[in-house]
């Protein structure tokens, strides 16, 4: 295995997600907005730098990745909805439907998968088999949003990273077995729930 590949890996995925770490605020989404599009310029960036540009087939022969995708984003943000009020702005459907999904995607898959490449074995997770560097960069990008989601305090952070931990090996898994465009997908259906959820109380709001 190659440490050293797995460290550029590492080091790329957190120059990409500084803004993020930075920008952050609960008291505004707008900057998330900001923060996300700056990280998703880095994100192509880093892409084309690494060389890793070919994005290879798009495989839409199942919807099964898809369904699986939502449902567990509606379990997910149906479970951190009753414990924290997710927010909504005009900008929260382009970050987490577009700038999120496709930062993570390339950053996380695309870029980190394609470094650690030759850590294919696979370990079980329940009754769900993913290979070692899927599991390892779920657990980085939950801890990078456990940093970014600090700032609103401890237990929203731990709930938030484990959303991502989920999010992170789903995505891995269709990454590895449908190709890049289901995995962005897979993850935009995942947190579609997040703007839906929080237009609900946007709403609720208006009407109080």
Do not use: C
């Not at 996380?108 to 390892?136: C, D, G, M, P």
């Not at 938030?160 to 259906?189: K, P, Q």
Request: proline content about 2%.
């Amino acid at each position: 295995m190659s440490w050293i590949n797995f460290l550029e890996a590492v080091i790329i995925i957190v120059a990409v997600y500084l803004p993020l770490l930075l920008g952050k605020s609960r008291k505004n989404e707008e900057n998330v907005f900001w923060a996300s599009m700056v990280s998703l310029t880095l994100a192509i960036v880093a892409t084309f730098v690494t060389g890793n540009t070919k994005v290879g087939i798009f495989n839409f022969s199942s919807a099964l990745p898809i369904i699986v995708a939502l449902v567990a984003g509606f379990i997910s943000y149906g479970i951190h909805d009753l414990n924290f009020e997710l927010q909504s702005t005009k900008f929260s459907p382009i970050t987490w439907l577009i700038f999120i999904p496709i930062t993570d995607n390339l950053v996380f898959r695309h870029i980190a998968l394609f470094y650690t490449s030759e850590w294919v074995f696979k370990i079980q997770i329940l009754a769900w088999y993913v290979t070692v560097n899927v599991f390892l960069f779920a657990i980085i990008a939950a801890l990078i949003y456990f940093l970014i989601y600090l700032k609103n305090g401890l237990k929203e952070a731990l709930v938030e990273a484990a959303m991502f931990f989920v999010i992170g090996l789903i995505a891995g898994y269709i990454y590895v077995n449908y190709g890049l465009l289901m995995a962005i997908i897979s993850e935009l259906v995942f947190n579609l729930w997040r703007v839906i959820f929080g237009m609900i109380h946007a709403k609720i709001k208006e009407s109080a």
